[in-house]
């Protein structure tokens, strides 16, 4: 069963994605089904991968780092919310010409919108149980988010996109203080 921290972390993680991808769907309107299953899918994968990456380094420093572990997690994941927040509001890049984005496009912002997954992973190292489950609703919620945002994104257009990446930075910080408060109350 998932907890709601488990869901709260993934649909979090997955607004960077959606963000990015409503932005997409707003410069490239005709994009194919089948090119947004595939773009979703690689932006699932590497959400999925990059906190199983994190939480393998936080492993190998969890012994190490156990008894500040809460205020780790909570500077981490607090200054990742902020970063998500500030950065739903600054302005978008440039659109493009071209009638479908370049896979070397996707990819780029695909690993660009993992970056902050990595640096949960290591907090899931230091506070979860159940991490396949949460990998795997990461790159679940990721890959639904990023293909909703691709359909949708020449309807509702970039500014969604800021809203969603707002309140996924407002979520990260979030869980960082209940992960402190619940640790120093215990």
């Not at 994968?45 to 809460?70: C, N, R, T």
């Not at 910080?173 to 992960?179: D, H, K, L, R, W």
Request: proline share 3%.
């Amino acid at each position: 069963m998932l907890s709601v921290q488990t869901l709260v972390i993934a649909f979090s993680l997955s607004t960077d994605a959606f963000a990015a991808s409503l932005a997409k769907g707003a410069r490239f309107p005709a994009l194919a089904v089948n090119r947004s299953i595939a773009i979703a899918l690689g932006f699932g994968v590497l959400e999925a991968l990059a906190p199983l990456l994190g939480y393998v380094l936080g492993q190998q420093f969890s012994a190490v780092i156990a008894d500040v572990d809460h205020w780790i997690a909570f500077v981490l994941l607090g200054f990742l919310g902020l970063r998500m927040v500030w950065k739903s509001f600054s302005p978008a890049e440039d659109a493009s010409d071209a009638l479908i984005p370049s896979w070397s496009a996707v990819a780029v912002t695909a690993l660009g919108t993992s970056v902050d997954a990595t640096v949960v992973g290591v907090t899931l190292a230091l506070v979860s149980d159940n991490i396949p489950m949460t990998i795997v609703a990461i790159g679940l919620v990721t890959f639904g988010m990023t293909f909703i945002g691709l359909r949708v994104g020449g309807i509702v257009g970039r500014r969604a996109g800021s809203w969603a990446e707002c309140a996924g930075g407002i979520g990260l910080a979030a869980i960082g203080v209940n992960i402190l408060v619940s640790h120093l109350m215990a």
